[in-house]
């Protein structure tokens, strides 16, 4: 089965630099997807960026991209050029084979962006 | 607007308490999703449904009831067999099953007391 392991409980980053948060999976599937959600205080769930296992680039939306190593199986988020709205929740994600392929998620990194 | 829509977003009950929490989607989505977010816990699967008239249990489904009657909504009954069921929880779908980006609603939080 799919499992999705966060190690970083929380991170801190001072305002204006980048700061990666780190994601480590585990599948036997030769395809498979990584999602990385942003959770705020609210609590709403806002989907970031994607990566398909196939996928020859790495994944980039706006200030978020996402280093993905297939071999090590780490898909780590990186934000550049943070800022105080950055401070929220972050979750990776995969998707579960076994027939439905449903969202599995880590138990995410609480970024802190200092000014 | 296309979204989610949970409600209610606040809700205190006692022990031993059915409480439904409503999700309505506008989005034409095929699959929904119930997520349980515990402190230090990340999201765990409660129920999803691919499409309508159809649901399976997802990890922790024990003390937990759903209905999909209609394409746009897919109630969650916490029924008095939860043993612990304060939380927070959040209603997503998806186009259909195996596309990963969700779409969430803001979620509900629910206290017993």
């Known amino acids: 089965a799919q499992k999705i392991t966060q190690t970083q409980p929380g991170m801190f980053v001072q305002e204006k630099e980048a700061v990666t948060l780190d994601c480590t999976y585990d599948t036997s599937d030769q395809s498979y997807g990584l999602f990385w959600y942003k959770q705020p205080s609210s609590g709403e769930m806002i989907f970031l960026i994607y990566q398909g296992s196939y996928d020859e680039q790495n994944a980039t939306e706006g200030r978020y991209s996402l280093n993905f190593q297939k071999a090590r199986k780490s898909a780590n988020l990186v934000i550049s050029a943070s800022q105080l709205g950055d401070s929220a929740m972050y979750f990776c994600a995969t998707l579960r084979s076994g027939g439905s392929y449903i969202p599995t998620f880590g138990r995410g990194t609480s970024l802190i962006v200092h000014p | 607007d296309g979204g989610i829509t949970q409600s209610p977003k606040y809700l205190f009950r006692k022990e031993g308490q059915n409480v439904t929490l409503s999700c309505e989607q506008n989005l034409n989505h095929d699959a929904m999703y119930w997520y349980r977010q515990d402190p230090g816990q990340g999201l765990r699967l409660i129920y999803y449904?691919?499409?309508?008239?159809?649901?399976q249990k997802g990890d922790i489904a024990e003390g937990y009831s759903v209905s999909r009657e209609k394409k746009e909504s897919f109630p969650l009954t916490v029924t008095s067999a939860q043993k612990n069921p304060t939380a927070f929880y959040l209603c997503a779908s998806s186009i259909r099953t195996g596309t990963g980006e969700l779409f969430f609603g803001e979620g509900s939080r629910l206290t017993v007391l």
């Open positions: 449904s691919q499409i309508v008239n159809d649901f």
